[in-house]
């Protein structure tokens, strides 16, 4: 896909995110501090008016970053470095790229999750959003081809990734303390992650559906 | 659910509460405070033409801290975020690059995975602007990790005595690596713990931050209803007060003889009459410790929102951090 | 029954609660105030030889009022009751003498029946020993009384603009008279009116003074929880504030160009947040009307226990009024 | 009666009143600021330390105003001032007597009302301790004889004084901003100032009983 179809794709994403607050709130109320759907909310409020009609983009790449910088600077909180991170260092690995195809978009999430190991430490099995990165990121690897061929199953693998947050304990950020009583809930960031590549599939398949 | 009652506030539109509170706050401070274009910052209207610059911020949520620590004497600045969200570092950003006077700014924060994300991506940017920066934690939060982990505990009310000596070593030495030793060892020297009663709330989602039972309390409560160490029935004032200390006096290892700061702050909803009960037994117990009160505080200086409970801090002096403790200084939240 | 909740405090013995808090209020404040000998009574440390004295005082449970203002620029001594209960006259007289330098002392508290008595007798019992004192009610609640029945109205958070110039009075004339009379025209220019979301309580019968509904709010309500002048449906911040500030300015005539102070004070558990909302439409609704700020003060400056809510106070100025008012003060709850 | 044997009725008064607390406060709660039990509790304690073993008091006018000091001294608030005044200013009247006979009691009560009076500025009507008190003065004024053949007689009529102050609205104290919501509650003075005297009245008569 190009970069205006990706624009497409972004927004609709964007918007489902935006609605999608309720459920993010109610799960960071129970590991952590309630505000990470306000969070994402916030962020991707400021991605929908970035995304306006005047907006066009040279190119994947920079509308992945200019998403990335609009999080990093609209969200504030842990997610909003993490999620402006993943975007921004995905972004960067695939400057230029005209076509968002499985490859570059592996190398994005690849990149992506590499800058955020650097940014916040946390491993994989820290029950964070890691979790349903790397599923996702580990799966794209061996994939090629067409985005809309492969993007509901790479979605699949990050909501995995997200359900085995429930088996974890959290190490880091505001569930740590909570230890073993994190158990049983999922990481708040990782449904957002786990959200943000299922709501790219469902516009994706939609579009090739309408076509 | 033990409490199904709301949230009972009066605010305007629950998504703007960070950003009209801050209005506020710099009506209120006009002579004193100015902010940035646009964002949630604050900064001194009578900064120096030279110093080095002290940064503070944080999640809104905790007024007056951090805004409310702004002036002479203590921050130069502060760069908000929403409630109970580290700022942005544009927002970081642009606040160090208003105080840098080009002798560099030292961030003073508390140690939550948000703010440090955000602090450690503005050091950077401000990095490729050539403005030097220093990053130091305050993690005083005793019941939030064990000693040998001191670097995963959580920031509480120990940001104001942080902040205070960080001010006046800033106003008193020239030197960024001066400022920055005694600080760090001002922060070294701080402990707090809290009592929590009943949970805070987050404004925008109008719902409280965690449930107790009408008859519990929870020891070593977080200021976002991180869970602490212990839930218990509730006990009288002198007891609860032994306890916290306690939790101090283990952590940290204090001599007959030393001298201590002592702040009892209010998590919120706590009334004045049981932060003053909780002062007396803390005096008493100090004194049974041998451990010299040189200055206590008592009241709304680092919140959670309407949490009902307090924390108590001690900042252990040494000379140097004594003298520094005993300039004056001059902000919304803290005169001296 | 809307509400049957119980308070939940940290305290001792609940007999002991105004004791107690004193003695915790002295200990963190051994340096600047010193209590007179087995009386709830607090004096400044640093008492001239030869001035006229400032006498404040009233029941307890209102912290930081009264003893959170003695101090330099401020009241001389506190004498203190029990929760809601004015001080008795031996307390008052006992004080009286103890801070009476041979200039007579001027006796400052709000206007309520018991006050009234207990420190008319006090100042009777003087009257024997040959001190002379004066009495300065203060009347600035809006909500309780008609304006042609002023003297029947109740003392809010007025009490500490009418203190702030009493005191400044009082360390720079030396008449009696003088200070007198710039100290009741500043206790003419106070007005003040409050709204209530939820109840205070009476820590020696656990439980709250009134009942309120989860949605409504109450306009007017007085410190000890007497009734308002309206029971409304909760609104948001900004149209209560302007409710507020409308009926202190159908009371008292402004003109445009007027200077005023302005005081933001929470009756308890509000949040730092909502004040500073406050604070913000407040400021809008002033300039709106022409009335310029000359000083904010926002936060606990008189409290009724854990009643959530906040009182508006405008002090409005004159030229001598504020300078008095710029001089500065020191005190636990108050400095300048 | 004499001084020794009041010290006994007066000592009963006081353990009966504190007892009274959740009653006084519960009326407090109702119309006032719900400190009136409290009040009167802490100054009936003192009383009671007064009265102890090694007390000895010349007449009864000087007991009274023992007790009448150590209220006024100890309880502050509307009813310290109040009550204390009573006992005060009743017995500067009766100074000197030995023995206190309904005349006696008559200028006791006479004399402390119009202390009150003086004190405190309210009427008969405005709902205060004051309509209680009144009526019993305004009935003892035409008795004589000893207190034990009349005392019955006043308390009751002081209690409907009290009662009285059911249909009265509140221009005084705390229960002044009321207004007409006072109507249908007891006034709480009132009801310790009819308590007071219906507590004389139980003692002197079980006194007679036994004797
Ligand atoms: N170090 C980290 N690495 C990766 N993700 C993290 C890290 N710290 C926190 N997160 C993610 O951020 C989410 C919380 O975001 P949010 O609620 O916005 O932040 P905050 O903790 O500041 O309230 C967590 O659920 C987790 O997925
Ligand atoms: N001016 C007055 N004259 C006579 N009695 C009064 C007066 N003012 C108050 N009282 C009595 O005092 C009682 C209240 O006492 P208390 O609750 O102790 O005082 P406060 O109003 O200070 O809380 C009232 O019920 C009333 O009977
Ligand atoms: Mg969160
Ligand atoms: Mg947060
Ligand atoms: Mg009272
Ligand atoms: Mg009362």
């Known amino acids: 896909m190009n970069a205006s179809q990706l624009k497409l794709t972004m927004a609709f994403v964007a918007r489902e995110m935006v609605a999608s607050e309720p459920l993010l709130t109610k799960a960071d109320q129970v590991i952590g501090d309630g505000d990470h759907g306000i969070g994402m909310e916030r962020g991707f409020n400021a991605v929908i008016e970035l995304l306006d009609d005047n907006y066009q983009a040279e190119d994947v790449s920079v509308l992945m970053k200019d998403i990335g910088t609009t999080m990093m600077s609209t969200m504030g909180g842990a997610s909003g470095a993490i999620f402006g991170t993943l975007f921004r260092a995905g972004a960067k690995q695939i400057k230029g790229a005209q076509n968002l195809d499985t490859e570059t978009f592996h190398h994005f999430l690849a990149a992506g999750l590499a800058g955020v190991y650097k940014r916040g430490g946390a491993k994989p099995g820290d029950k964070t959003m890691i979790d349903a990165l790397v599923a996702a990121v580990d799966y794209s690897k061996d994939l090629s081809g067409a985005l809309e061929n492969n993007i509901e199953d790479i979605a699949v693998i990050a909501q995995q990734g997200l359900e085995a947050t429930k088996d974890m304990i959290a190490t880091t950020g505001k569930a740590k303390t909570l230890g073993e009583r994190s158990l049983g809930h999922p990481d708040p960031g990782a449904i957002s992650m786990a959200l943000i590549i299922a709501f790219m599939s469902q516009h994706i398949n939609q579009q090739v559906a309408v076509a | ?336």
Chains 1, 4 share one sequence.
């Open chain 2, 1 to 336: 659910m033990v409490n199904i009652r709301k949230p009972k506030k009066l605010i305007n539109n629950r998504m703007d509460v960070a950003k009209e509170q801050f209005e506020g706050l710099i009506a209120a401070n006009k002579n004193t405070l100015k902010a940035l274009p646009k964002i949630t910052a604050a900064i001194r209207n009578d900064m120096p033409a030279q110093k080095v610059a002290i940064l503070t911020g944080g999640g809104s949520g905790h007024e007056p801290l951090f805004a409310g620590y702004v002036g002479q004497g203590l921050a130069d600045a502060a760069a908000l975020g929403d409630i109970f969200a580290a700022p942005a570092p544009n927002v970081i950003l642009q606040t160090t690059e208003a105080i840098d006077t080009g002798k560099g700014v030292i961030y003073i924060y508390g140690n939550y995975a948000g703010d440090n994300m955000n602090f450690d991506i503005a050091s950077e940017l401000a990095d490729d602007d050539d403005i030097k920066t220093h990053t130091i934690r305050v993690w005083d939060d005793v019941a939030s990790a064990p000693l040998d982990k001191i670097e995963e505990r959580r920031g509480v009310a120990g940001d104001l005595y942080v902040l205070k000596i960080a001010g006046a070593a800033s106003e008193k030495y020239d030197d960024f690596d001066e400022i920055v030793a005694v600080t760090e060892r001002a922060r070294d020297n701080t402990r707090s713990i809290g009592v929590a009663l009943s949970a805070g709330s987050v404004p925008q989602t109008n719902t409280f931050t965690f449930q107790l039972p009408d008859d519990e309390m929870e020891i070593g409560m977080g200021l976002h209803g991180e869970p602490g160490v212990s839930r218990e029935k509730m006990q009288p004032a002198d007891a609860v007060v032994d306890t916290l200390i306690n939790h101090i006096i283990e952590d940290f290892k204090y001599q007959s003889g030393d001298e201590v700061c002592l702040l009892i702050n209010n998590l919120g909803a706590s009334t004045y009459m049981e932060l003053l009960i909780a002062s007396r037994r803390a005096h008493q117990k100090l004194e049974e410790l041998g451990i010299l009160v040189h200055d206590t505080l008592v009241g709304n200086y680092c919140t959670s929102q309407e949490m009902s409970g307090y924390s108590i801090t001690l900042l252990k002096l040494d000379d140097e951090i004594k003298q520094l403790y005993n300039q004056p200084c001059n902000s919304f939240a803290l005169r001296k």
